[in-house]
């Protein structure tokens, strides 16, 4: 069990399950919405995902068509996205967990969008998109 909370604390949510398929994500859209070099993600099932408080500060934006951005509306600090092509799985911000984590991230994706500042010093595979064996939205 893992609990995560945003940068006011005012949102805190606790995941029961694991975390699959954590990457880098280097795109321009996670760029602009983190602030940062890239946002790290990973794939939770939506019943693992719970709101133990401050579901009235968590406010969505689509920056494109079936994918919400959720975040705080207090401080700001995005916590997950869910795509309308994926109901069951949210993709969690890992950055907002609060515990230590046993998964690790997999690669770095969509490396040809990232920050001509950043430099990609470690070993895991750099993929122009999304890692191939990125696996289908579950039917359960
Ligand atoms: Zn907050
Ligand atoms: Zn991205």
Given at each position: ?140
């Amino acid at each position: 069990m893992y609990k995560a909370s945003c940068l006011c604390a005012s949102v805190e949510l606790q995941i029961d399950g694991a975390i699959s398929e954590i990457i880098h994500c280097h795109c321009s859209r996670c760029r602009k919405s983190s602030g940062t070099a890239f946002a790290t993600n990973g794939f939770v099932h939506i019943n693992a995902l719970t709101v133990i408080q401050g579901q009235q500060n968590i406010k969505s934006y689509s920056a494109k068509a079936g994918s919400n951005k959720y975040f705080c509306s207090v401080c700001g600090s995005p916590l997950f996205s869910q795509n309308s092509a994926d109901p069951k799985r949210v993709r969690l911000r890992l950055g907002i967990i609060d515990s230590d984590i046993t998964e690790r991230p997999n690669s770095h994706n969509f490396c040809t969008s990232k920050a001509n500042w950043e430099q990609l010093n470690d070993r895991l595979p750099h993929y122009k998109r999304h890692e191939p064996n990125r696996s289908k939205p579950p039917k359960d």
